[in-house]
């Protein structure tokens, strides 16, 4: 090297690259851990590609400004949405849904939510009327005990009670007659209108509205006394067979007990005058201070039992 080389720092060789290890005789380098002489150095530039996916997505910022940092933090937080998630999500959905309906359904009653306003007023009618009856029996049987727990007079007072108890029996089973206020319903018009299914709903009103003693007549003036056992079916020819006994239309229910109750259980929308009517006949409920039921059941002849005391 000259000395115009040392002076101006020129003409200095360039540095050999440091060769490739190799084992004897220029085999490759025995080292189990030595690196595949193809493999790129760790220190060679990154390929296109690996570049290519540093560069962030177009739309987010680029930089190291605070937008940048902020898009770092956002990034994993869309991510969380997993499979299960969703599925956590829809089931507490599905139970929200499942307790909403589940209150509409125990808050209301189905039964009455369907029933007409005509049945819900005859309903409202018939337990009025019960509960007027009951409260009158509860006073009735208050008083019997009263009477009965007062020595000579509750003897007086039992027996009484007993005579009393043997009447209202003998008129709710037929065997003796009744007086007192009530209704007389005329019944007119053709089989069908009259039929039997009617003369029975009819029947079920009246007992419904306090009815105490039933008979119903024929044309010809044939009675029957109506009590539980009673039944109602169509004739041969036209006409009911009641009883056993036929009656020929129209036919009239002579009934014992508050006549405002029983002609108001009659004439509900929808209740047995309506019905009859709808199906062309008419009824004609008229009121009395006093009307007789006078036709008698006859008792039940028992071979077996007898009473005890």
Request: charged share 25%; aromatic share 2%.
């Amino acid at each position: 090297m000259s000395d115009e080389h040392r002076e101006t720092g020129t003409g200095w060789p360039e540095p050999a690259e440091p060769a490739r290890p190799t084992g004897p005789a220029g085999e490759p380098d025995p080292r189990p851990d030595a690196p595949d002489p193809d493999e790129l150095s760790p220190l060679a530039p990154a390929e296109p590609a690996e570049r290519e996916a540093d560069v962030p997505p177009a739309g987010e910022p680029e930089g190291d400004g605070p937008d940048a940092a902020a898009a770092a933090k956002r990034l994993p937080v869309s991510r969380r949405l997993t499979s299960a998630g969703a599925m956590i999500a829809v089931l507490l959905a599905l139970l929200g849904f499942t307790l909403v309906v589940q209150l509409k359904t125990t808050s209301t009653d189905p039964t009455l939510a369907a029933t007409r306003e005509e049945d819900l007023v005859r309903i409202s009618s018939d337990l009025d009327s019960r509960e007027r009856r009951l409260r009158q029996d509860i006073e009735g049987l208050e008083d019997s005990q009263r009477q009965l727990r007062s020595g000579e007079q509750g003897r007086q007072a039992a027996l009484e009670e007993a005579t009393r108890r043997a009447d209202e029996l003998g008129i709710l089973a037929g065997t003796l007659p009744a007086v007192g206020p009530g209704l007389s319903v005329r019944f007119e018009g053709s089989d069908q209108a009259i039929s039997s299914a009617r003369i029975l709903d009819a029947v079920q009103e009246l007992r419904g509205a306090g009815a105490e003693a039933m008979q119903i007549a024929g044309s010809d003036g044939t009675a029957v006394r109506i009590i539980a056992s009673t039944y109602f079916v169509e004739a041969d020819g036209g006409g009911l067979v009641v009883d056993g006994r036929r009656l020929r239309g129209p036919f009239t229910i002579t009934v014992i007990g508050d006549p405002a109750t029983m002609r108001t259980a009659l004439n509900i929308p929808g209740g047995v005058v309506a019905s009859v009517r709808d199906a062309g006949g008419n009824v004609t409920p008229e009121e009395h201070e006093a009307v007789e039921v006078s036709q008698l059941h006859a008792p039940i002849k028992l071979d077996h039992a007898r009473p005890v005391s």
